[in-house]
């Protein structure tokens, strides 16, 4: 059995390092930031592992060898670098290039959606020809963060999406494109960034119609993860809060993208909605930067200032500086995403997975809640897909 | 029904700021820091409210009123402190001061151990006494942190500790001789420092024979507890925690005592135990410090500076600086422990009481575990005990 | 002899510290945050001392006795504030309010340039007239930070200037009519503020043909000298600093009035500029953020990363935070400033004044050079000073 | 001409660093982090350039190639260390071991220390024979930090040292006999570590009688050079510092012996003593600890945390996170000593070099003072150096 990752935006930080990294580090142990590498192996007998993934994708960006690029990012170790010659990855083009990026594709030339939906939908069904085993299919988003989508988009149902594609409606977005292309091909759809994609509801319906997994939005790899394990920590001391400050600096094109404030502001809402259902209130002052600051490459650093009350409404406070590897911490989270979102499709539990919402920053399962409480979601739904 | 609360060591920060900030704020919401208070309010009917507590305790030092000590440390808000003209609290003397304290004590002699032990229970007696309505009375220990002690001492029973005071063996503690009076004296006892007293085998014997609650050690109320949450959280995502160097500045009489190189021996131990079963294991280097520096006073501020490693081994870190105030993190703490001690002693329930692992440094129940288990604990054993 | 000190913006949290600070400490040694205090005193003697100064000025708000608005600020010690049951000023109605505070001057009419102008000697006549000695003005601008002027304004030279007064300009500011008013009358100008004020044309002209010293702009009290000394040192070491990111949270009313986009341009250009001069070379990054954050208050925290490289071209990083307290940094600057400037006039030294270009962020004699120069600066000229 | 560097500790981190970084750099522009480079270019045309330097030395270790230690450190970049298959470099044995080395040398035995001075003395000879051209020899102290002498020692004229080199006396350090052995032979001496060396009276007359230049101790890296240039703002703006906490870690050789308490005393000393010189006063708390932690190998990071009162003496506090690289950052430093000592020797010198206290924590030409000024004296001497 294979598992086929189409990934849009393969040749971004985060995709190339998952698809290298793989390619290249498939005997060795790759559990470092895993969250399923920290439950009971025994349970996960069940799922598929990493070796049984094969990777295609599409890009804005010419990209040549997988390799070459990873070179240029330097992420990855150089004794992993150098452990081959060539990664060849199909990129499919042309890669989707709906109106919300339009002034990050350059001069690329916008297709009719009708068009890019059929060309998804053939490269999807091409790859999975290619495969030598049986597989099933797997789109995961990973380009590069949208902008804000009206509220009425959000409410189509499926009737009205179809009909906003024929029109050519150019309020459809690239990862509409790639998640409609994807359900209609019978793959589960993963959205790793803040699209809107995953709450629109003719997308909904369809995948629970269609029994096929998806999930998001917009991966959890660091001060997000901090501020939900801190802020379930001050919850159960009944530390109240009064604010927190949250800078981000970073220095990849994911930075570069984000601050354009049309970008940045979906990111942020992200970003922001974590802390109250977490803390239980929402009286307190919540600040949310992200910059652009290019000595800091793919090393995301994030600086919190944390005020908050205690006995007798005496003031304290605390700082967290945190300094992670923006591609390094998202790509095993991809990867665990890729093998849990296989063991659904097997099971053809379609919709949104409430034991995913572990790995988002905006969970669309059952929303945000203490950490722990979604880990043991986790820990639970695995235990029960061992055993189906 | 009345709680008769007497501390060893009252006139110190914590132990100060609790007696007069409860004494002073019973009308007001002291909910603060309080782990209890975060619980469902109907769990806790059947647990005593902070109303129904009364103080007294014993010190080395003078102090006079209780609310001219705590203006002297100006740790609670002024507010509170202009409430009152006085604050007026038995303090019974003499204190004990057995070896382990001798060079805090002074020029204070040391008396016979056996004659400690009576005037300690004379003590309680007679406060219980003073009580209007029937009370049960519980013992705080909030003295100074005290030294290693042997193997030997550990292993006492029962009959080896009796024959130890009855020869007034020097390696007798204080707070030794605080728990057996208050073990004998059918109160519940708990150890907020870092002491040996309740892992002598002949105390913990007595108060399971004698369905008395014990509970301790060594009060956690900042970085241990931070630790505790985001080790958990390193190790549910598989990021494997390489060094954590974790320094302490503390200007309070605490940290001066601590500046000692023999009782910080053991306050650093218990900072140290609590990673590795946290995180499940022992590979990586662990620093402690604790420096006493007076323009902190009260305000503890400890800083952590944690390495880490993720995907293919890929080194990150990140800093936390926690601007804490000791005594106001602990008071909620300690009011929370006497509530749940007193209630374990309604139900008889003797020796340690696991579920009241989350409050300390080493916590001598189950152990350290993560903290959301030791949260669960708790919750699990309060709504069992409101329903008994 | 006698310092008529009039502040526009008297009730904000800086000027209202100034007041209050200075008129119930006068018997202390307010030394604290002085830079002229850390000169040899003997070289002062020519100077005035804080007792000469009086104080008046103007305010949009109410404001009420001073002592009132310094106890809603809560920035000078309770013990401090409780030395008097009042301390009244002068506040002379109505305050400035050109285009430029429109929308920060609610539902205030505003008058015609002329009529303002008028109002505003008027009253410093007024106060001079108040005073029982001898006396000289000062005007210190301390109100709302400005947006950014024209090149066309600040071309003006003086008989443009007063055309725009008399037809009344829509872009002549409030700082304009403080500035041009206190000139007629004789006085010193100090601009404490980010404001384009004195960086026009007509008002340098006019302070150097009326031999009338001017001072500005924008105080810099925390987070911009750390870079002025930081960088000196990175230069003087050949470590070349690549990247500096600066961010700043402040919960006052400058930082409210600074959350305004349009606002806070101006400020963060005067944060930007102070690098290039001082490291002489312009290859790095830098970003510079101001966030409005209620729970800090007055207290201004900022945060710094810098990435710089050494030998061999290696990297290294440093990150310092600030937490300061923004009008117990600026006051004793602004009086500082007043000295300064005052024994200008008396000798006659007009336009801007070199020696006083460590006191801004934008210092507008020389320009930035590094801290250790400025300092050398402002001691030779106080030395010159009081020799002649 | 040439100029002989003999190093003691030529297999450490730094001296190896220095030894590899120049032979394989000397194509390169290697300014980053010299102070040196940071003057005029005119006046340094009198000062030898880096190419003029050869390497030799003393260590305890094997040691190997030097280019196969140097990978063992992993300090230089790998672009660097690639440029050639070896380094080969003279390390004459056996280096020195006097008692207090003894238990860092392992089972090394003790020669007479007369015997040592001969072999030390010998081997400079040698070295300086085998140069082509004329040449001067320099000898630079980069082995183990040593303990603390006693005042006796400190004290002992010429006279006095000869006769305890004679008799053997077990006080004599490593240092002693390298400094001594260096002088006899004409080389300037540079002690770049915290040793007492350079303190022990008989050597100092022995450099001014010999007009022989000698330098020292312990080159100023870091943490100590940013407290001297932030103390010296602290000071010229009046803001009273009342505590610095300075902790630093470290995962080198340097932080392995460090954390020996009796090595570590003189360390810290050496880091206690900036201060006070710079800021004028001493009352002040001030603490330095030095931790030896693995993750961070030769990454040194310190912490410090500084409270100091402004105005009506209201308290504020900054911290500042430094990470360096310990030998990146002391490598540019070394070869600035040698060029300048060299010209010292030039120009006959002797004793202490004033101008050259900007480069250690315990200057021992005129002792600390402002970085400032430190920095000017470097630049005058240097300027009148290059016109004689």
Request: aromatic fraction near 8%; glycine fraction near 8%; hydrophobic fraction near 40%.
């Amino acid at each position: 059995m294979t598992i086929n990752v189409l990934i849009a935006g393969i040749n971004g930080a985060t995709a190339n390092t998952v698809v290298v990294g793989t390619t290249l580090g498939v005997d060795r142990e790759l559990t470092g930031g895993s969250i399923l590498a920290s439950l009971d192996p025994e349970q996960l007998t069940q799922f598929p592992s990493i070796e049984e993934i094969r990777f295609a994708g599409w890009d804005i960006g010419d990209g040549g060898d997988a390799l070459d690029v990873a070179k240029k990012y330097d992420i990855l170790p150089s004794s992993v670098l150098g452990r081959a010659d060539a990664v060849p990855v199909n990129v499919y083009r042309p890669a989707v290039t709906a109106h919300d990026v339009e002034e990050l594709a350059g001069a690329l030339p916008i297709l009719e959606a009708q068009d890019q939906v059929q060309g998804v939908r053939d490269n999807i069904k091409q790859f999975a020809t290619a495969s030598n085993s049986p597989s099933k299919s797997i789109v995961v988003y990973l380009a590069a963060p949208g902008k804000v989508v009206d509220q009425d988009v959000l409410d189509w149902n499926e009737g009205d999406f179809e009909v906003a594609i024929k029109s050519n409606d150019p309020r459809i977005t690239s990862g509409m494109i790639y998640c409609y292309s994807a359900l209609s091909e019978g793959c589960g759809f993963i959205d790793f960034t803040p699209t809107a994609t995953l709450e629109i509801r003719a997308l909904r319906d369809m995948a629970e119609r269609l029994r096929l997994p998806i999930a998001g939005r917009d991966g959890s790899t660091g001060q997000t993860l901090l501020k939900s394990v801190i802020g379930e920590m001050m919850r159960n001391r009944s530390l109240k809060v009064d604010g927190w400050y949250s800078t981000n600096i970073i220095g990849n094109n994911d930075g570069l993208v984000l601050s354009r404030r049309d970008h940045a502001e979906i990111k942020t809402a992200d970003k922001m909605d974590v802390l109250i259902p977490v803390l239980g209130y929402d009286d307190f002052d919540h600040v949310v930067d992200i910059r652009y600051y290019r000595p800091r490459g793919d090393n995301k650093e994030s600086w919190d200032a944390v005020d908050f009350s205690g006995w007798h409404n005496q003031k304290m406070s605390f700082r967290i500086d945190w300094m992670g590897r923006d591609s390094i911490l998202a790509a095993p989270l991809v990867l665990d995403l890729v093998r849990l979102v296989y063991r659904s499709m097997e099971l053809e539990r379609g919709g949104f997975q409430a034991h995913l919402d572990i790995y988002f920053k905006r969970p669309l399962g059952k929303g945000w809640r203490p950490f722990s409480h979604m880990y043991n979601d986790l820990k639970e739904q695995v235990k029960a897909d061992s055993m189906n």
